[in-house]
Structures are given as structure tokens and as C-alpha cells.
């Protein structure tokens, strides 16, 4: 009977974290390269009150057993990178990426991080930087005094601009992906940092091995659905309420045995 209560409550548990991370998801639902994740659940340790296949008269054996469940528990999150729809940006450091690979950028530590966010700006001294003041790790400096609107982005991420009538090659932009990309770990700003599940970073120009290409003055928006993220915080909240009733089921019946030996 108090198992009951415990796989219950191991069942709350799991709604609550399958919410938080649905509300994550309808937080981020207009926020630039935003992945939405997906909580995987695991069912806990049985009891075997009876092993299947076990001898239960002589020369008989159980065709089936009887094992009791404890619950559930939340195995990760998984990332799904699902490409999320390109908008048009009149910004000519903006730029999307059109298939596989991240964006990277410095820290201040020096350490690299990984984004599919390409709202990028010109800093103060001519770099390309991120929304938070992080460079792009491909060291690409815009000369002083130059019109921005003449930045060119190539779908092969070679970046140029005009100067004086003549167009001057600035860098190459280069695209970076991970064995595992589920693995990398968040960090918040729309960055991710590798770790030992995700794979050392492989690196490539665009449309080269795999990569997407790069699509300037355009922004990737978030793959979230909105109605898809719905239906799965009702489903939450009725497998979170029916948990409760059973709690209740189990209270109630507790309460009419303790009623009987009085």
C-alpha cells in the first residue's frame, strides 16, 4: 500500500521537472537559435515478488512474474535541433546558419563557447561581436570609417567589405560541430560550452563536410511550437493530478483499515 505513495510521488516529481522545462521552452519561444529540449524518463527498480520462469509446483513453472514497480524518474533533457525558421534582418552582421554547425565566440577567460544566435554587432574597435560583447573567435575586425551597409557575408563565410571603390577580403567565418551536440552543455546567453559527452569540436568552412551555409542580414528564430508545448503542459498537469489521486486512493484505504481495527 505505501509503495503506492512513493511511486506516486516519484511520478509529481517528474511532471514538475516535464513543466519547468515546458515553460523554458514557451519562455524561449522568441528567442534567436533557441533549441527546445525534451525530458526523457526512465522507470525506476522493480520488486519481484514472483520471478518468471520460477518453479511454483513440482514440475511447474510461472509463464509470467509478478514485479512491482517504484515509479519514475527523469533520465536528461535532450536537445532537439530541429532547424527553427529564418527571418529576414535588414542588419548586415546578422547572419543564420542554413543546416549544422555553431557559431563561436570567445570568452573572457579565453575558453570557447558555441551559438546558433547570429544577431552579431561591430564593437567599438571593429569587431564582430555577440549581443553580450563576446567576439567571434575567427578575429574579423572592421576597418574605421567604413559603411557597414557594404559587409558582405558569403554563404562559404568569407566576409568582405568595400574601401575606397574596391572590395578587401576581412576573414573567413567558419561553422563548428560535435559528434554529439546533446552533450554540450548550456550556459545561459544562448551559449554552449563543450564537455566530454558532446565530442571534440570539429571545424570547417561552410557547406564543407556536413556544415550548413551562412545566410546574411537573416536571424534563425527558435524551433518551439507553441501548440505542441501546450498540449505538453496539459498532459503534464493531468498525469500530476491523476499522481495526486492516487495519493488519495491510497490515504483513503490506509484510513478505512486503520477504522477496521478500531
Known amino acids: 500500500m505505501l509503495r503506492a505513495f512513493f511511486s506516486s510521488a516519484s511520478g509529481m516529481r517528474a511532471q514538475e521537472t516535464l513543466i519547468d522545462v515546458t515553460a523554458n521552452n514557451l519562455a524561449n519561444v522568441n528567442t534567436n537559435g533557441f533549441k527546445r529540449h525534451h525530458v526523457d524518463f526512465a522507470d525506476l527498480i522493480y520488486a519481484n515478488s514472483r520471478q518468471a ?38 542588419t548586415p552582421t546578422h547572419a543564420a546558419i542554413e543546416g549544422q554547425g555553431f557559431f563561436q565566440v570567445t570568452r573572457p577567460d579565453g575558453t570557447f563557447a558555441y551559438t546558433r544566435d547570429g544577431a552579431f554587432h561591430v564593437s567599438s574597435e571593429g569587431e564582430i561581436v555577440t549581443g553580450d560583447g563576446l567576439p567571434l573567435s575567427d578575429n574579423i575586425v572592421v576597418p574605421p570609417q567604413t559603411s557597414l551597409e557594404s ?20 576573414g573567413q567565418i567558419q561553422l563548428h560541430q560535435f559528434m554529439n551536440p546533446v552533450g554540450l552543455e548550456n550556459i545561459g546567453g544562448n551559449l554552449l560550452i563543450e564537455t566530454p559527452a558532446s565530442g571534440e569540436v570539429l571545424s570547417g568552412n561552410p557547406g564543407v563536410d556536413g556544415l550548413g551555409r551562412i545566410r546574411q542580414r537573416a536571424l534563425e528564430g527558435s524551433n518551439v511550437e507553441v501548440v505542441g508545448e501546450l498540449v505538453s503542459l496539459i498532459s503534464a498537469q493531468r498525469a500530476y493530478e491523476i499522481n495526486s489521486r492516487a495519493i488519495r486512493a491510497g490515504d483513503e484505504m490506509l484510513s478505512n483499515t486503520a477504522q477496521i481495527v478500531r
Open 151 to 170: 559587409l558582405t557575408i558569403g554563404t562559404d563565410g568569407t566576409v568582405s567589405i568595400i574601401v575606397d571603390g574596391e572590395a578587401q577580403q576581412l
Open 53 to 90: 520462469g520460477g518453479e511454483v509446483a513440482q514440475g511447474q513453472e510461472s509463464p509470467v512474474g509478478l514485479q512491482i514497480g517504484s515509479g519514475v524518474r527523469a533520465v536528461g533533457t535532450t536537445k532537439i535541433y530541429a532547424p527553427g525558421s529564418i527571418n529576414e534582418s535588414r
